[in-house]
């Protein structure tokens, strides 16, 4: 079955930066459309952003161009998030979603 894991979150001063992680496992991982959301407190679901399964494109919301990066390790079946330039309203729970699942997330606070 799908399983996909989020971690890497944490409390982190505005400005600073984290880099999240996802494991996949239970599909071919280097095949798929990866895809990365978020959802802050009392909010909707976010998209974030989505990278190609050969990494040839990227895509990101407009409120984190510029300050996320979206990579992928399809020999270790990882995704990952790095976030710069943190802000409090980047705070919110971040989930790794593709092949239909969106799996465990991991929190992220942005606060002095």
């Known amino acids: 079955d799908v399983q996909l894991q989020a971690s890497g979150g944490g409390l982190v001063q505005p400005g600073g930066s984290l880099r999240l992680s996802c494991a996949a496992s239970?599909?071919?991982?280097?095949?798929?459309?990866m895809s990365w959301v978020r959802q802050a407190p009392g909010k909707d679901i976010e998209w974030v952003s989505d990278?190609?399964?050969?990494?040839?494109?990227?895509n990101y919301a407009d409120s984190v161009k510029g300050r996320f990066t979206v990579s992928r390790d399809n020999a270790k079946n990882t995704l990952f998030l790095q976030m710069n330039s943190l802000k409090p309203e980047d705070t919110a729970v971040y989930y790794c979603?593709?092949?239909?699942?969106r799996g465990q997330g991991t929190l992220v606070t942005v606060s002095s």
């Open positions: 979603s593709g092949s239909g699942t």
């Open positions: 239970g599909f071919r991982f280097g095949t798929h459309t």
């Open positions: 990278i190609s399964g050969s990494s040839d494109w990227t």
